[in-house]
């Protein structure tokens, strides 16, 4: 039986799986080499939480890690399983995070965590990965922080090919630090007289301030955390801007 999910991935979950393949890893791929490869010994089990359909899994898979991916949005879950059988992908929501197992290692990437809308509930989830990481586990997550909203200006960015078109545009209100990214995509249907089907979402992320996020790391009992800037790092892309990779132990 389907699993049912009411994520706003959903609906555009195909259309993010395609434009967003080869985005952020390529880019990110020094700083997680630096922050967590390095630090993590082949063979160790990882938790990929808020995987997506799983651009950064396959590079965990690929180096060797026995991978447990979560996600709240059951289509890319689902793009997941067909794509990668090596690992283990489950749909939960971070805020309720629940693995019977203990992992070496919890990675979330790509901004995943600023999908939490609220400073409680960001330290309901770093309370929860405590929960399953092991006594000396690594936890490595990016987060941006306002520079990188501050850059969207609500213009639409259009992507098109053969049977795709897709709208994007991104707004920050910087008095609720909330910023949404409305996509729309129109994908060619498999059907007679070339229709087009339209499918629209709404993203929204919320921006927090660098102290708030390390003040919640240690209530959540994180004891060794570090702020690693994305550039310093070595994301040296548009997608560095105003991403900042955190390093947390117990
Ligand atoms: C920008 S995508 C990044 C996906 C993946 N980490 C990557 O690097 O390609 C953000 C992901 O966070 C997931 N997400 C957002 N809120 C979540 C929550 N409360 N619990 C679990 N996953 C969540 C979304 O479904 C989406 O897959």
Not at 21 to 46: C, H, I, M, T
Not at 84 to 89: C, L, N, R, T, Y
Not at 148 to 160: E, I, N
Request: glycine share 6%; net charge negative; with cysteine.
């Amino acid at each position: 039986m389907a699993i049912e999910s009411d994520s706003p991935y959903d609906e555009i979950a195909g259309m993010y799986h395609r434009l967003w393949n080869d985005w952020y890893l390529p880019a990110a791929l020094p700083a997680l080499e630096r922050l967590f490869f390095s630090q993590v010994a082949a063979g160790a089990k990882v938790l990929d939480l808020c995987c997506g359909s799983g651009h950064v899994t396959k590079e965990l898979l690929a180096r060797g890690y026995e991978v447990t991916g979560v996600d709240a949005s059951a289509p890319l879950i689902e793009q997941a399983r067909r794509d990668f059988a090596g690992a283990d992908f489950r749909v939960q929501d971070a805020r309720r995070l629940h693995l019977d197992e203990r992992f070496d290692a919890v990675l979330s990437t790509f901004d995943s965590l600023n999908h939490i809308l609220t400073l409680e509930e960001l330290g309901t989830v770093f309370a929860r990965v405590k929960d399953v990481l092991a006594a000396k586990g690594l936890f490595v997550f990016d987060m941006n922080l306002e520079e990188a909203y501050s850059a969207d200006l609500h213009r639409w960015s259009v992507t098109v090919d053969d049977v795709n078109v897709t709208l994007v545009r991104g707004e920050y209100d910087t008095d609720t630090h909330l910023a949404e990214t409305e996509l729309i995509w129109f994908s060619k249907a498999p059907l007679p007289g070339n229709l087009w089907r339209q499918h629209r979402s709404v993203v929204a992320e919320r921006c927090y301030l660098q102290p708030d996020i390390l003040l919640a790391l240690s209530e959540a009992g994180f004891s060794h955390t570090e702020a690693i800037g994305a550039a310093e790092a070595g994301m040296n892309s548009e997608l560095g801007l105003g991403r900042v990779f955190f390093r947390c132990r117990l």
